[in-house]
């Protein structure tokens, strides 16, 4: 079976599952929560009071001298007709493939990427960092522009004392294994080729969310490059403001990331879950799972994908931090409360490492091939697609009114994962993730196929999209960035917006990092 996020958000078959034991289709978050932040994985926010302020360039601007970065790189930089050109400025989505950067760096030390800083704020040529490529609008992907291409920074350090210093290029799966073999782990997302940055830029949703919190509440230390160029690390104790605007913020605004330090728990086994109820039952379900997920414990992460069609369909799944046994009674009130029997139900219990293999939908492939295909070994083909986002603050009181919207579209997904437990033990304010209090983000996720092209499909996401947002506010999800969201700002950062801009305009006060929906 070809890999694509479309079979990852479906649901793998029996078959993709065996070599694990498990036996039945899963119910995967999918690569939603691997999406880059607005300009790319590693590009990153500010900080309101930096220690030196960064130096005005605005007035030394020059055409770019590509051959004089190029001298001064480790890594190789590529220009239009360069040999590979074509495939260093792939990024996730195909629908992007027409853009057309000035040059991709392929940065193989923390000094590359300062040259590339520098020669962007003397030219005012646009830079954006990306480490997997899969920004929802294309960011880490500019026209014209310099791509800070950070997957030569890929290493994964675990120490002693249990953290991870991970560089900002490493892809999950990577981080994952790594950590794995060291009996460690990371609340993270799931897709597997997602770059790590963007995923905890952004706030980073995943399966061990709930237990442990959002990736970025795990983060301690990082090293930023920012628009001076000049290397710093920040903390809690340095440059608090910069640390506290990286914790959520969203990537692409005021510097790139070339490492994190997490604080990382000791690896668990874990049940995965799935159960597919019949075609005319979503309402029922979907009113059982958000009143279910909101009573879970902790340690019970769950999704519920609905999927159009008429009438359309849905699936229930997830992950627990505890074993089979303990799982079931759970599983068992839900069937109950939503007063349908599954069609399918199954629970297998994984060590962390197959876990978050089972939901990368790589159970049956290496870790080598559970990576873009093309690199190395790596089997996951790309996939065209149109996404949104919202936030389910409180449970929908009427939810055959989401029913209504997703009936009748054609390979349209509406996800909601929960959030709760751990996440909303920190203060919407402490970090500069908003959504403490959510009850679930949701992402609409419209393919396109030769049958449904992209403007078609982008059309059913939109008025999906709008009409969730009639049912439960504009609030979005950074990750799942989306240049036509109204609001955008607003919606994704709340009541942060505000400070969030002051650190913008202390550490980029020449725009360097500016993009179409950045905080500069």
Same mark, same amino acid.
């Given at each position: ?7 990852? #958000? $479906? !649901? =793998? ?7 694990? &034991?498990? @036996?039945?289709? *899963?119910?995967? /978050? ?119 291409? #950070? $997957? !030569? =920074? ?7 004392? &249990?953290? @991870?210093?991970? *560089?900002?290029? /490493? ?350």
């Amino acid at each position: 079976m070809v890999v694509t996020r479309r079979t990852v #958000l $479906r !649901g =793998l078959g029996a078959g993709a599952l065996g070599v694990l &034991g498990v @036996a039945g289709a *899963g119910t995967l /978050a999918g690569c939603s929560d691997r999406a880059q932040p607005p300009g790319g994985p590693t590009a990153t926010t500010g900080g309101a009071t930096p220690a030196t302020p960064p130096a005005s360039t605005a007035a030394s601007t020059r055409p770019p001298d590509w051959a004089g970065l190029r001298g001064r790189l480790a890594g190789e930089l590529l220009l239009p007709g360069d040999r590979g050109y074509d495939a260093a400025k792939r990024c996730y989505n195909p629908l992007f493939d027409q853009r057309r950067p000035a040059a991709v760096a392929r940065c193989q030390r923390v000094a590359d990427v300062q040259a590339c800083v520098a020669e962007a704020a003397a030219t005012r040529v646009p830079i954006a960092a990306r480490s997997g490529g899969h920004s929802y609008a294309g960011y880490s992907t500019p026209d014209a522009g310099l791509v800070v291409d #950070l $997957r !030569g =920074l890929a290493g994964v350090e675990v120490r002693a004392d &249990g953290t @991870a210093v991970v *560089g900002a290029g /490493a892809r999950l799966i990577d981080v994952y294994q790594a950590l794995a073999k060291a009996g460690r782990c990371l609340p993270a997302g799931s897709c597997p080729s997602v770059g790590v940055a963007g995923l905890t830029l952004g706030g980073g949703i995943g399966v061990l969310t709930r237990k442990y919190g959002l990736t970025c509440d795990q983060l301690t230390e990082a090293e930023v490059v920012t628009a001076d160029a000049s290397a710093r690390t920040v903390s809690a104790t340095s440059e608090p403001e910069l640390f506290w605007a990286l914790r959520g913020g969203g990537g692409g605004n005021f510097g790139v990331v070339t490492s994190f330090t997490f604080r990382t728990a000791p690896a668990p086994d874990l049940t995965v879950f799935s159960l597919r109820f019949p075609a005319g039952s979503v309402a029922q379900v979907l009113g059982a799972w958000q009143d279910w997920c909101a009573e879970a414990p902790d340690e019970l992460w769950t999704n519920c994908v609905i999927t159009s069609g008429s009438p359309p369909t849905c699936r229930v799944g997830g992950c627990f931090v505890g074993s089979t046994g303990a799982l079931a009674p759970h599983l068992d009130a839900l069937v109950r409360a939503a007063g349908t029997t599954p069609s399918a139900r199954f629970s297998n219990q994984l060590s962390y490492l197959n876990a978050m293999r089972y939901f990368a939908g790589c159970a049956q492939r290496s870790v080598d091939a559970c990576h873009p295909s093309g690199e190395g070994g790596g089997q996951l083909e790309r996939e065209s697609f149109a996404a949104s986002s919202s936030v389910l603050d409180q449970p929908l009181a009427d939810p055959d009114q989401l029913v209504d919207l997703v009936t009748g579209h054609t390979d349209l997904d509406v996800l909601l994962d929960s959030l709760g437990g751990a996440v909303s033990r920190v203060g919407a304010a402490d970090t500069a993730f908003p959504h403490r209090s959510a009850l679930a983000s949701v992402q609409v996720y419209a393919e396109v196929t030769d049958a449904i092209g992209p403007q078609r499909a982008t059309s059913a996401m939109r008025e999906v999209r709008d009409g969730l947002g009639a049912l439960v506010g504009g609030a979005g999800y950074v990750n799942y960035i989306d240049p036509d969201l109204p609001d955008w700002a607003t919606a994704y950062y709340g009541g942060n917006l505000d400070r969030l801009r002051r650190v913008a305009g202390s550490y980029d006060p020449d725009r360097v990092f500016a993009f179409a929906q950045g905080l500069a």
